[in-house]
């Protein structure tokens, strides 16, 4: 009867996101924090009262208005990164956020061929990416001629850019082996591959 108003409004200004109802109170009481607001694109960061984040433990003395602060939703684009063998075989599949590098698995083994890498980068990786295991084909071979009879020696097989190595020293009785010898050059352990397609 005396025209006291006891009670006090909270208001919000939700910043372009879902409306919130206004919440009327008696003077000196709290509120309960309100269903979070939604924002496309953003994510809320909660409710401000000036420059400080509002504590809805704190008794509500007057009007007041609430202000949503919102931060902009970072998306994070993932991509996938699948590493197949030489036969389509899947080796093993990455998932990777934008801008980051994918993790090879182990070098993959393929008899008579040695593994050279993939036939794409996969650092930066801007979208999905089929990458596929690239081999070298053993293509060098040395045969041996001991031009003594019923004295053999295996085939020796090597990559384009290989050392030779593994040369075999023949023992027979009464002879001293002087060395293997291709075009009139000896060749020795640790040597280049002379320069030919197959020997």
Known sequence: G?????????SFDSKGGTEVADIEVEKGSTIQKPTSPEKEGYVFDGWYY???EFDFS???EKDMTLVAKWEKEVVIKQYTVKFYD???VILKEDLVNEGESAVAPEDPIRDEYRFIGWNISFDNVQSDLNVVAQYEERTYY???DSKIE???FERLEFYPD?????????SVE????????YDGKRIKDGDDLPDFDDM
Do not use: H, M, Q
């Not at 005396?2 to 006090?8: A, D, E, K, L, W």
């Not at 290989?162 to 023949?170: A, D």
């Open 2 to 10: 005396c025209g006291n108003n006891t009670n006090v409004t909270v």
């Open 50 to 52: 000036g420059d400080e």
């Open 58 to 60: 704190i008794a509500i």
């Open 86 to 88: 030489y036969d389509g």
């Open 142 to 144: 040395i045969d041996f």
């Open 150 to 152: 019923g004295l053999t």
């Open 162 to 170: 290989e050392e030779i190595y593994g040369l075999p020293v023949p």
């Open 174 to 181: 009464n002879l001293s082996f002087k060395g293997w010898y």
